[in-house]
């Protein structure tokens, strides 16, 4: 009883540890998490280089799945990028590993772990921002020692009552022929899943192994075997995660089972070739290493062998789990609001693709082609609503000053965005000859144009220089010259509107213009005037220039 109650103690502390660890490590990184993610992907190599550090970093694979679900559908990210950081992610989740072969099993630091939660602790309660992360991530790097220390101790007398010949043979132990081993190699391939699938963690799952080993209860090759179930079920946690969740969370979800179905199929069938290379390499490295080593090049083979496939990979995705969510669907996906920085870039580009849309729409209406519907500026105005809903729904403030200041340029470019669907909703002049004044209508529809190419440049933008780019970001030369324009524009048609006015009230008195004549005039320069002066501002604020 004594046995049971060390291990599952041992268990309990470990992944209570790496829950507390983490997430001290997590808001230690803030914000940096999210744009290393987004500037490193470029490719799915460097993606994938990058995610394993990142992981490794942050101790935890899920952290960084869930950060590029968010990159990917706010379109930060293209899908084989973000699955370039999901493989990473798997190689570098078994850096703990590694910690429990080094050093957990080897030294008892307990008596050093005590004095670490203490202060931990008293930096989590008493201390604020990251010195209070710090004091998180301390604490719980020596409740998974302390952890360790139980386990270890708990796996010993283990040992007593349990030995490698009580389990099933795999294959590669002397004496084992090919029917014996296949069969037990499944059975703790089985087992392995199992504990992962229980324990929500492969990480606590392959600590228990590797103690185990330590401890005499299982052999170097039972061990490995039982690693093989324990990486499969880690997608377990990511199958039942994604279930009721947008469709990239649910792509990326069976990109992970692929992947580790595939990695698993691999290292079936070179388990006999493995299992003969780790023996005879036994007698010049230790047996906790080379399980720590095994579990980390299992992961590494799978990477290699599919990250060159990435494109491929992609569309057998894609064509398993097909789509049928919405463009606006896509970006505005809930994940993202865990992220404030990716949530206000997600809102920021749907933001611009409105003002795109609208500003195409109204400047081709007053050059006399089809111009916008009251339909059109409706549709828009839904579009808006949905965006504000969505930030309404942030889970958290963005930290720094930059990211308060991209967020407030963003509804500020959300406000005049909905107000220029609104008067689109309203109707607008369909050219010079309704306008009456063609020369408000030219500048109307020239401050719309530059309108129109700020915004396209936004939704063209690439994640690497999306994510480089804080408030008060380096516009490009072209971007700022049609920004120069659409302002320039809409302060010419300001003063025009203001003269106007005055000049058509004055031709009613002498009979040039009806009464009604001259009140529809002004009304339509001043609807011409509000157009181009909030499409000329969101413009404005949706590139960090609106002052």
Same mark, same amino acid.
């Given at each position: 009883?004594?046995?049971?109650?060390?291990?599952?103690?041992?268990?309990?502390?470990?992944?209570?540890?790496?829950?507390?660890?983490?997430?001290?490590?997590?808001?230690?990184?803030?914000?940096?998490?999210?744009?290393?993610?987004?500037?490193?992907?470029?490719?799915?190599?460097?993606?994938?280089?990058?995610?394993?550090?990142?992981?490794?970093?942050?101790?935890?694979?899920?952290?960084?799945?869930?950060?590029?679900?968010?990159?990917?559908?706010?379109?930060?990210?293209?899908?084989?990028? %973000?699955?370039?950081? &999901?493989?990473? !992610?798997?190689?570098?989740?078994?850096?703990?590993?590694?910690?429990?072969?080094?050093?957990?099993?080897?030294?008892?630091?307990?008596?050093? $772990?005590?004095?670490?939660?203490?202060?931990?602790?008293?930096?989590?309660?008493?201390?604020?921002?990251?010195?209070?992360?710090?004091?998180?991530?301390?604490?719980?790097?020596?409740?998974?020692?302390?952890?360790?220390?139980?386990?270890?101790?708990?796996?010993?007398?283990?040992?007593?009552?349990? +030995?490698?010949?009580?389990?099933?043979?795999?294959?590669?132990?002397?004496? &084992?022929?090919?029917?014996?081993?296949?069969?037990?190699?499944?059975?703790?391939?089985?087992?392995?899943?199992?504990?992962?699938? &229980?324990?929500?963690?492969?990480?606590?799952?392959?600590?228990?192994?590797?103690?185990?080993?330590?401890?005499?209860?299982?052999?170097?090759?039972?061990?490995?075997?039982?690693?093989?179930?324990?990486?499969? =079920?880690?997608?377990?946690?990511?199958?039942?995660?994604?279930?009721?969740?947008?469709?990239? !969370?649910?792509?990326?979800?069976?990109?992970?089972?692929?992947?580790?179905?595939?990695?698993?199929?691999?290292?079936?069938?070179?388990?006999?070739?493995?299992? !003969?290379?780790?023996?005879?390499?036994?007698?010049?490295?230790?047996?906790?290493?080379?399980?720590? /080593?095994? #579990?980390?090049?299992?992961?590494? *083979?799978?990477?290699?062998?599919?990250?060159?496939?990435?494109?491929?990979?992609?569309?057998?995705?894609?064509?398993?789990?097909?789509?049928?969510?919405?463009?606006?669907?896509?970006?505005?996906?809930?994940?993202?609001?865990?992220?404030?920085?990716?949530?206000?870039?997600?809102?920021?580009?749907?933001?611009?693709?409105?003002?795109?849309?609208?500003?195409?729409?109204?400047?081709?209406?007053?050059?006399?082609? $089809?111009?916008?519907?009251?339909?059109?500026?409706?549709?828009?105005?839904?579009?808006?609503?949905?965006?504000?809903?969505?930030?309404?729904?942030?889970?958290?403030?963005?930290?720094?000053?930059?990211?308060?200041?991209?967020?407030?340029?963003?509804? +500020?470019?959300?406000? #005049?965005?909905?107000?220029?669907?609104?008067?689109?909703? =309203?109707?607008?002049?369909?050219?010079?000859?309704? /306008?009456?004044?063609?020369?408000?209508?030219?500048?109307?529809?020239?401050?719309?144009? /530059?309108?129109? $190419?700020?915004?396209?440049?936004?939704? /063209?933008?690439?994640?690497?220089?999306?994510?480089?780019?804080?408030? %008060?970001?380096?516009?490009?030369?072209?971007?700022?010259?049609?920004?120069?324009?659409?302002?320039?524009?809409?302060?010419?048609?300001?003063?025009?509107?203001?003269? #106007?006015?005055?000049?058509?009230?004055?031709? *009613?008195?002498?009979?040039?213009?009806?009464?009604?004549?001259?009140?529809?005039?002004?009304?339509?320069?001043?609807?011409?005037? $509000?157009?181009? #002066? +909030?499409?000329?501002?969101?413009?404005? +604020?949706?590139?960090?220039?609106?002052?």
């Amino acid at each position: 009883m004594s046995t049971a109650i060390s291990i599952l103690g041992g268990v309990g502390l470990f992944l209570l540890g790496m829950t507390v660890m983490t997430d001290g490590l997590k808001a230690l990184a803030g914000s940096a998490l999210r744009s290393v993610l987004g500037k490193a992907a470029a490719t799915p190599l460097s993606g994938a280089f990058w995610g394993a550090i990142v992981t490794l970093l942050v101790q935890s694979s899920s952290a960084v799945t869930m950060t590029t679900i968010g990159l990917v559908s706010a379109g930060l990210l293209t899908f084989p990028q %973000g699955l370039g950081l &999901v493989f990473g !992610a798997n190689v570098g989740t078994t850096g703990t590993g590694w910690l429990v072969a080094l050093i957990g099993v080897r030294v008892s630091l307990s008596a050093y $772990a005590l004095p670490m939660i203490f202060i931990g602790a008293l930096l989590k309660l008493l201390a604020g921002g990251r010195i209070a992360a710090a004091g998180g991530a301390l604490a719980g790097f020596a409740l998974v020692l302390y952890g360790l220390t139980n386990l270890q101790q708990g796996m010993d007398g283990l040992a007593e009552s349990l +030995h490698p010949s009580d389990l099933p043979a795999v294959l590669g132990m002397p004496g &084992v022929g090919w029917a014996t081993g296949s069969v037990g190699l499944i059975t703790l391939i089985a087992v392995g899943l199992a504990m992962t699938a &229980v324990m929500q963690s492969s990480t606590a799952a392959i600590a228990v192994t590797i103690s185990a080993f330590f401890a005499g209860a299982v052999s170097l090759e039972q061990g490995a075997a039982l690693i093989i179930g324990q990486n499969i =079920g880690t997608a377990t946690s990511s199958a039942l995660a994604a279930i009721g969740a947008s469709a990239t !969370a649910k792509r990326l979800a069976l990109a992970y089972v692929l992947f580790k179905l595939i990695a698993a199929l691999i290292a079936i069938l070179a388990f006999p070739f493995t299992a !003969a290379l780790m023996q005879a390499l036994s007698d010049t490295a230790d047996g906790t290493t080379l399980l720590a /080593a095994y #579990h980390t090049a299992y992961n590494v *083979v799978g990477v290699a062998v599919l990250l060159p496939a990435t494109q491929w990979f992609t569309r057998v995705v894609e064509r398993l789990l097909p789509s049928r969510e919405t463009a606006l669907q896509r970006a505005l996906d809930p994940s993202a609001l865990a992220n404030p920085v990716i949530a206000v870039e997600a809102a920021r580009r749907v933001v611009a693709d409105v003002v795109a849309t609208m500003a195409a729409s109204v400047a081709a209406g007053l050059s006399g082609r $089809a111009g916008p519907t009251a339909q059109d500026g409706v549709t828009a105005a839904a579009t808006i609503e949905e965006v504000r809903d969505f930030l309404s729904e942030l889970k958290q403030p963005p930290e720094t000053e930059p990211e308060r200041l991209r967020l407030t340029s963003t509804l +500020h470019a959300l406000d #005049h965005a909905g107000r220029l669907a609104e008067i689109v909703a =309203g109707g607008v002049p369909a050219g010079p000859g309704a /306008a009456q004044d063609a020369r408000a209508a030219g500048l109307c529809a020239q401050a719309m144009r /530059a309108a129109q $190419a700020v915004g396209g440049s936004i939704t /063209a933008e690439t994640a690497l220089s999306t994510q480089a780019a804080p408030i %008060g970001w380096k516009v490009a030369p072209e971007v700022a010259a049609a920004l120069g324009e659409a302002g320039g524009a809409a302060r010419a048609l300001d003063a025009l509107q203001r003269g #106007h006015r005055a000049a058509t009230l004055a031709a *009613v008195a002498p009979g040039e213009l009806t009464a009604a004549d001259a009140l529809a005039r002004i009304d339509t320069v001043r609807q011409l005037d $509000a157009l181009a #002066h +909030h499409a000329w501002r969101a413009s404005a +604020h949706l590139v960090g220039r609106g002052g």
